[in-house]
């Protein structure tokens, strides 16, 4: 089992900046990849940016060039700083560790305003 905890959403303007934390505990020598997803009412969870134990990334292409993830392994931890916000990217965000199983936290709002 993986338990995971997130922390950083809120608000923020149009162009600004958040960063969006992800602590990781339980069995997190299984885990094989951590990610970020977004939702929003009515519509499917999508996927922002994941992130491999051996650092690589992939990043959804509505976030590419503004936003980062990255891994703390020490920390069990992984991060999401999110630039240039745009009020598209108001949502609940979700952490998100693979294993041979997928286990998500309870997530967190992030809200961009115009």
């Known amino acids: 089992q993986v338990q995971l905890v997130e922390s950083g959403g809120g608000s923020a303007q149009a162009g600004g900046s958040l960063r969006l934390s992800c602590a990781a505990s339980g069995s997190i020598f299984s885990i094989k990849t951590m990610g970020w997803y977004r939702q929003t009412p009515g519509k499917q969870r999508e996927l922002v940016a994941v992130?491999?134990?051996?650092?690589?990334?992939n990043y959804a292409d509505s976030v590419k060039g503004r936003f980062t993830i990255s891994r703390d392994n020490a920390k069990n931890t992984v991060y999401l700083q999110m630039n240039s916000l745009k009020p598209e990217d108001t949502a609940i965000y979700y952490c998100?560790?693979?294993?041979?199983?997928?286990?998500w936290g309870k997530g967190i709002l992030v809200t961009v305003s115009s």
């Open positions: 998100n560790a693979a294993t041979f199983s997928n286990y």
């Open positions: 992130i491999t134990s051996g650092g690589s990334t």
